[in-house]
């Protein structure tokens, strides 16, 4: 039952990124690549300006999701069928929080030909999903292992993200 909460709190959150980090991304990696080529002081500001713009979107969306849209959820999932489907949003919301900001300049790491970022990103995410399903057995608690995995994939994702920037910086002008 709680994966089925966790299943439907996935799409409810991660269905309207995925839409966004589409819009997003397709762009940014045509104009980010021809930065890249032209003028590669300018990619750390575009990389700066769409990740700020998803991140806020998204960031909208989800305060009015735990806050507003929970009651509105609450109509079409019975509490007694989904209970405590405001608390596994809540929980995973930073991971997604964070996630939004990062997915849809992740694919820079393409082109500034850095992929081993983006393998060591994956290897932690491999790593935080080991974790979280550790401590959960451990203790028993499929929420403690949703907690985990979501505090740690989150810092995955903003160390990723902090890199990126680190090695864009040294393209500044």
Excluded: C
């Excluded at 806020?56 to 989904?82: C, K, Q, R």
């Excluded at 995410?125 to 505090?151: D, E, P, R």
């Amino acid at each position: 039952m709680k994966s089925g909460v966790f299943a439907l709190a996935i799409k409810i959150l991660a269905t309207p990124m995925v839409l966004l980090f589409n819009a997003f991304s397709k762009v940014y990696f045509q104009r980010s690549a021809q930065l890249f080529r032209t003028e590669p002081s300018k990619l750390m500001g575009l990389t700066l300006k769409v990740s700020a713009y998803s991140g806020m979107i998204y960031l909208a969306y989800l305060v009015f999701i735990n806050t507003i849209g929970i009651y509105f959820l609450e109509m079409f999932y019975s509490p007694d069928e989904w209970p405590d489907l405001s608390l596994y949003l809540l929980t995973i919301s930073s991971w997604v929080a964070i996630r939004s900001f990062v997915s849809p300049v992740s694919q820079i790491a393409i082109v500034i030909n850095k992929n081993q970022f983006s393998l060591w990103m994956n290897i932690g995410l491999l790593l935080s999903n080991f974790l979280g399903v550790y401590i959960g057995y451990k203790n028993q608690s499929f929420f403690n292992a949703l907690l985990v995995f979501s505090i740690s994939a989150s810092f995955i994702y903003l160390v990723f993200y902090l890199t990126i920037l680190l090695y864009l910086r040294k393209y500044k002008a």
